[in-house]
DNA sequence: ATGGCCTGCAACGCAGGA
């Protein structure tokens, strides 16, 4: 199984280069977030012309996700379980024998936000879901914009980031929460190129000057990081015309 | 030193992103 995630900012705008993305690279699934679009706009016969099904939930303006999959997709949930939250980032289906569940995680905007405490509160709850979708399901893959970076590694400027929002101790607490409800970094499974960016700045040529961080992540559950082939980035849909500001990661998983 | 770009909504600027 190839599985993928791509934050594209907007739907809308990026639809033509998903459909080629889609063509190009054949995932098995592909978990979307900022789609931007209420679900009566949600471009259906276009991704079905492509050859994949889909599932979505998004709201006007702001946030919205979803699952594209090739062969159909069970058990959707479109809520933290006990959580109400009105913002829509999160879907959870099962595809082809793998609970996937699509995040995207609150920005956070800076540390001394509301939002950012809206973030962490966000956080602690998924932690917990993951936890028991961990123990129901077995084989588990949480993909999407996490709006965190792990660690320096995954900063173009240590420096510069220390304690911002993206980079921040609680934030990289909350990020290990996660991870310690049986869940791997797949990206760090592997030997990785320094440098391996997933979101550059729109402004300041970011991307030319390799001004990255790495936020988008697709984490494993013990019974599949054995099965786990590959993490990579792929860079290209970033140096296009018109490009999200994020790069789509994509997983190998062994049958 | 500062802000620098993009999207959507709906207005001719703002909120939000990261």
Known sequence: MRLATWNVNSLKVRLPQVV???AAQQPDVLCLQETKLEDERFPL???RATGYQALYSGQKTY???AILSK?????VVVEIPDYPDAQK???AASVAGTRVICLYVPNGQSVHSDKFRYKLDWLAAVAAWLAREVTAHGKVAVAGDFNIAPDERDVHDPK???GQVLCSAPERK???ALLAAGLKDSFRLFEQPAGSFTWWDYRMNAYKRKMGLRIDHILLSNALT???RSCTIDVNPRQSERPSDHAPVIVELAD
């Not at 062969?71 to 058990?75: F, I, N, R, Y």
């Open 20 to 22: 080629d993305w889609l």
């Open 45 to 47: 016969d276009e991704i």
């Open 63 to 65: 946030n919205g996700v």
């Open 71 to 75: 062969t159909a997709a069970a058990d």
């Open 89 to 91: 980032r999160v879907l």
């Open 160 to 162: 510069a980031w220390e």
């Open 174 to 176: 909350a990020f290990q």
């Open 226 to 228: 054995g099965a786990c």
